[in-house]
């Protein structure tokens, strides 16, 4: 068992605190935030992440959790992670500034030989900037190693207890491998890499990923007008060891806490240092685009969407999160707004007020059937399975137009039209939902194919 400390307490701080606590550690966590430390001391969880809670309460029963608002005089623990948050500046860096004050409370409290590990995603040269703080602080012979993580809202448990691999970057051996140790069974290959390196390996992983998704719903789109499957082409791309299948679903596109400022920070930071980040740019344009096109199947869908009753079903940029940044749902929701819907949102864990912070001017509601109640169309915009298990019938007697839109392509369209629903999905021919395409002689003349 090693003594270690948290700092920061929000998704990725609780997460690490009561994995490293199940791994037999003693857990030190740290939060300026009282509400949340009071929520983590019952051993209860302050976010919606499955597997978490009973981590924590358990961690809290056996005596390996420590949760404070107040930074201790003296840090029993020589390992220190600094898991805080790194918002989006209004230029789209990462701002750095909860890691500066968090070292600077920390640093002189550190005894000599301890070790600062930086688990919040931060600009490249972060490490070293620590490293200097920590120095002039005044505290000795203080290490840091940067350990990006690569957890999933929903998923983060399972991510951080069988992970692809662990990343380590330090200009010092010996704390790379003593936070290595720290990880103690559990079976990853370790990436040991310099500093510079293993902070890029995070923005790099999660651009890619961005990517990924942009690129499906463009292809998508270019399906829609072909008059190919997006699902099957989605599958047999997969299947290719040299793609994989994962992050290829057509859909809203991506959000969340860490996508949209990632790749805005790294395109950022390219911009800076004077290369072009083309690719990037186009990513986030893709991704924008993405709620725009919704709109747009809508609008037509229903000859116009002024004073029409739309209903939204979901509020949380994925399912198994209640995280609601950057979510394209409420997006969706903001966009049918401003072109004269009145917009009706349910989500089975979000609460109804971070709701109304985003939307303001949205209803909620507090289930599928009174969300579409009188709705002139009921937009599928996140993925939870409660969406996919609807009861079809139940649903026809309550909306006022049979109308659905699949913006995630989550519906059987056969069973949606069988219980008598017009139906539109994302990438997919008429017979699934998709566009009616011209005849076949047109399409391939448009397609250059005809002399």
């Known amino acids: 068992m090693t003594r270690i400390a948290v700092i920061g307490c929000g ?13 037999g550690h003693d857990v ?6 009282p509400a949340r430390i009071s929520v983590l001391k019952r051993g209860e969880s302050p976010i919606h992440e499955p597997g978490l809670e ?7 029963e056996r005596g ?4 404070s608002s107040d930074y201790p005089d003296v840090f029993e623990a020589k390992i220190v992670f600094i898991a805080v948050n790194t918002p989006e500046s209004h230029e789209g860096a990462a701002d750095i500034r909860a890691v500066r004050d968090a070292i600077t409370l920390v640093a002189p409290r550190l005894k000599y030989g301890s070790v600062i590990v930086n688990k919040s995603t931060v600009p490249i040269g972060t490490g070293e ?8 602080s005044g505290c000795g012979a203080i290490s840091v190693v940067s350990n990006p993580e690569f957890l999933r809202e929903g998923s983060a448990i399972r991510d951080f207890m069988m992970p692809d691999r662990l990343v380590l970057g330090s200009d010092d051996p010996a704390a790379i491998d003593t936070v290595a140790a720290l990880y103690g069974n559990i079976e990853a290959p370790v990436l040991r890499t310099d500093i510079r390196t293993a902070e890029m390996i995070k923005y790099a992983s999660n651009a890619f990923l961005a990517t990924k998704i942009s690129f499906i719903n463009e292809i998508a789109a270019i399906c829609e007008s ?20 994962r992050f290829l679903g057509a859909g809203l596109g991506w959000g969340g806490s860490c996508f949209p400022k990632d790749v805005r920070a790294l395109a950022h930071m390219a911009a800076v240092h004077g290369t072009h980040p083309q690719l990037l740019r186009s990513v986030m344009d893709i991704n924008a685009g993405q709620r725009l096109r919704t709109v747009q199947k809508v609008r037509e869908a229903l000859g116009g969407l002024d004073r029409r009753r739309i209903a939204i079903l979901g509020a949380s940029f994925k399912a198994d999160t209640d995280d609601t940044r950057n979510s394209p749902a409420l997006e969706l929701a903001s966009l049918l707004h401003l072109e004269g819907a009145s917009v009706v949102v349910y989500d089975p864990v979000v609460l109804a007020e971070r709701i109304t912070e985003a939307v303001p001017e949205a209803a909620v509601a507090r289930s599928v059937m009174s969300a579409a109640q009188d709705a002139d169309a009921v937009i599928v915009a996140t993925e939870w399975q409660e969406f996919a298990d ?9 909306v006022a137009q ?9 519906l059987d369209p056969v069973a949606v039209r069988s219980a008598g629903f017009e139906y539109h999905c994302l990438g997919r021919p008429a017979s699934e939902g998709g566009p009616v395409l011209p005849s076949v002689a047109k399409a391939f003349a448009v397609a250059g194919g005809a002399s």
Do not use: Q
């Open 64 to 67: 390996r959790l420590h949760f």
């Open 402 to 410: 049979r109308l659905i839109i699949d913006a995630r392509n989550l």
């Open 226 to 245: 072909l008059g190919a499957d997006i699902s099957e082409v989605a599958r047999g791309m997969g299947m290719d060891a040299r793609i994989g299948n």
């Open 28 to 33: 030190d966590c740290i939060d300026t935030d």
């Open 390 to 398: 609807i009861d079809l019938g139940a649903l026809g007697d309550v």
């Open 11 to 23: 998704y990725v701080g609780a997460v690490s605190a009561a994995c490293f606590a199940e791994l």
């Open 129 to 136: 900037l620590v490293s200097g703080m920590a120095r002039r």
């Open 54 to 60: 009973t981590l924590l309460k358990r961690g809290v």
